[in-house]
């Protein structure tokens, strides 16, 4: 089965990915790419329709840091 097609281009998955801090080298980001529309219904469905902010996902309300 493939992956679903993510909603966003390419050009702006890098952007976001460049913004959100993240090191990734040129693999990393084209793997995630190819998952992205996962990532897309994953959120999706935390947010139940568009109808929860974006907050309610824990893992948006801090920024990780590296050790």
Known sequence: MPSPKPTISRTEFDALAKVSGLQLTDDQRSEFFAVYGYVEQIAERLR????????????????????
């Open 48 to 67: 139940i329709g568009g109808k929860r902010p974006r907050e309610a996902e824990p893992a948006l309300t801090f920024k990780p840091t590296r050790s």
